[in-house]
């Protein structure tokens, strides 16, 4: 799915989670820098569903950037 798509396929949930009272849940599991490049694992709630993301970011323009994005779903989100 290309960015385009995701940001289009997120858009179209309505009403957003946080307007239908569902807690937010984004928790930092681990951070590995190393010089300009960085690897950052997240757990999150998203859709009813538990993600286990894995993100690959580099540092350039004095901002940090996501470059990859890998998930795997854990299962029903814990409510």
């Given at each position: 799915?290309?960015?385009?798509?995701?940001?289009?396929?997120?858009?179209?949930?309505?009403?957003s989670?946080?307007?239908?009272?569902?807690?937010?849940?984004?928790?930092?599991e681990?951070?590995?820098?190393s010089?300009?490049?960085?690897?950052?694992r997240v757990?999150?709630?998203?859709?009813?569903m538990t993600?286990?993301?894995?993100?690959?970011l580099?540092?350039?323009?004095?901002?940090?950037?996501?470059y990859?994005?890998?998930?795997?779903?854990?299962?029903p989100?814990?409510?």
């Amino acid at each position: 799915m290309s960015v385009d798509d995701f940001a289009g396929f997120v858009a179209s949930q309505q009403p957003s989670p946080s307007e239908q009272g569902v807690p937010a849940r984004l928790d930092i599991e681990s951070v590995e820098i190393s010089g300009h490049t960085a690897v950052a694992r997240v757990r999150d709630d998203y859709l009813g569903m538990t993600f286990l993301d894995t993100l690959s970011l580099l540092f350039a323009d004095d901002t940090w950037r996501i470059y990859n994005k890998l998930f795997h779903v854990e299962g029903p989100a814990a409510r």
